[in-house]
């Protein structure tokens, strides 16, 4: 599959990509690179970890490595890091929402 990664500010990048893993309300993972392995690549993972009844943690981690990776750092430098943020601060309030919206039904 192909993903487009945009971040604010910065180009978008075209990266094809392969799932790893799916196992729903549990991992996601994929893979992808641009060009080849060696050149740029990186692995994404989604995870959710049961706490207690009502109560997760999610991960979410991302290794990038190849030859291009320190150009893509220099470039993209801080805006990796507010799209990550920002991925991460709407998938809790999403989440944060939904549980409120659910205790809120009656049984």
Do not use: C, Y
Request: hydrophobic residues 45%.
């Amino acid at each position: 599959m192909s993903l487009t990664l945009g971040m604010p500010g910065r180009p978008s990048l075209n990266v094809k990509a392969q799932l790893q893993e799916v196992a729903p309300n549990r991992r996601l993972t994929w893979h992808g690179n641009v060009g080849a392995d060696w050149l740029f690549a990186g692995d994404r993972e989604f995870a959710i970890h049961p706490l207690a009844e009502d109560k997760v943690r999610f991960t979410h981690v991302e290794d990038v490595h190849g030859l291009l990776f320190p150009v893509f750092r220099a470039l993209m430098g801080s805006a990796i890091q507010r799209h990550h943020d920002t991925l991460n601060s709407s998938l809790k309030n999403r989440a944060e929402a939904l549980a409120a919206q659910a205790a809120a039904e009656p049984s």
